[in-house]
T-cell receptor
Framework: EAQVTQNPRYLITVTGKKLTVTCSQN?????MSWYRQDPGLGLRQIYY?????VTDKGDVPEGYKVSRKEKRNFPLILESPSPNQTSLYFC?????WGAGEQFFGPGTRLTVL | GQQVMQIPQYQHVQEGEDFTTYCNSS?????IQWYKQRPGGHPVFLIQ?????EVKKQKRLTFQFGEAKKNSSLHITATQTTDVGTYFC????????????FGKGTLLTVNP
C-alpha cells in the first residue's frame, strides 16, 4: 500500500532532550516536506527536500534540522526541544515539485514539557 | 513571504445547505491546491488548479481559480455530514522557491 509513515505517533518529552521523528514513504517520491499544525495558525512548512541531499528551509525552520540521505526517508530532528515546539507534525511527499498531490503521513503529536 | 488568506474561519450549516470557502492573496498565486482534513485526521488532497479562470468539478464540489490568479474558491452543493472537516487551500510558489503556503483553513460543521 502506497503510504507515508511517521514514528512515533505520540510523544511527550522534556525541554532539551534531543528527539527525532522519522518519516518514510514507499512511493519513490522526490519531494518531501515537514509541516507543523497549530490551532489558529494552520499548516506551516518547516523544511522541504527536493531530492536526496537537497534540503531547504520553509517558513518556520528555527529549532529544527532535517536530513535526506535516502530517497524514502526524511527525519525531523529537534536538537533541544522547547515548549513552543509542542505541536502536531505532518510529513508529506509528492512525486515531483509541482506535480500535484502531496501525500500526508498520519501525524505526530508532540508535547514538550 | 507569500500569504494566503482564507475565509471564513468557521462555517456551520444545516445538512443540504451549500457551503463556500474563499482563498485570497494580494499577489499572484502560482498553482492552488485544495485539501480536506477530517477531525483527527491528516490533510487529503482534493484538487490542483493551474490555469487562470479554471473551473473543476468533483461530484458536489466545484473549484474555481480567479481570472487574475489572486483568488480561488471551493463550493459544496447540498452538504452532507460526510463533508465535515477543515478545508485548506495551498499555494505552490514558483521560481526558485519550492514552498507550499497554506491558508489557515475553514472548519465546516454540518448539522444533520
Amino acid at each position: 500500500e502506497a503510504q507515508v509513515t511517521q514514528n512515533p505517533r505520540y510523544l511527550i518529552t522534556v525541554t532539551g532532550k534531543k528527539l527525532t521523528v522519522t518519516c518514510s514513504q514507499n512511493m519513490n517520491h522526490e519531494y518531501m516536506s515537514w509541516y507543523r499544525q497549530d490551532p489558529g495558525l494552520g499548516l506551516r512548512q518547516i523544511y522541504y527536500s527536493m531530492n536526496v541531499e537537497v534540503t531547504d528551509k520553509g517558513d518556520v525552520p528555527e529549532g529544527y534540522k532535517v536530513s535526506r540521505k535516502e530517497k524514502r526517508n526524511f527525519p525531523l530532528i529537534l536538537e533541544s526541544p522547547s515548549p513552543n515546539q509542542t505541536s502536531l507534525y505532518f510529513c508529506a511527499s509528492s512525486f515531483l515539485w509541482g506535480a500535484g498531490e502531496q501525500f500526508f503521513g498520519p501525524g505526530t503529536r508532540l508535547t514538550v514539557l | 513571504g507569500q500569504q494566503v488568506m482564507q475565509i471564513p474561519q468557521y462555517q456551520h450549516v444545516q445538512e443540504g445547505e451549500d457551503f463556500t470557502t474563499y482563498c485570497n492573496s494580494s499577489t499572484t498565486l502560482s498553482n492552488i491546491q485544495w485539501y480536506k482534513q477530517r477531525p483527527g485526521g491528516h490533510p487529503v488532497f482534493l484538487i490542483q488548479l493551474v490555469k487562470s479562470g479554471e473551473v473543476k468539478k468533483q461530484k458536489r464540489l466545484t473549484f474555481q481559480f480567479g481570472e487574475a490568479k489572486k483568488n480561488s474558491s471551493l463550493h459544496i452543493t447540498a452538504t452532507q455530514t460526510t463533508d465535515v472537516g477543515t478545508y485548506f487551500c495551498a499555494d505552490q510558489s514558483g521560481g526558485s522557491n519550492y514552498k507550499l503556503t497554506f491558508g489557515k483553513g475553514t472548519l465546516l460543521t454540518v448539522n444533520p
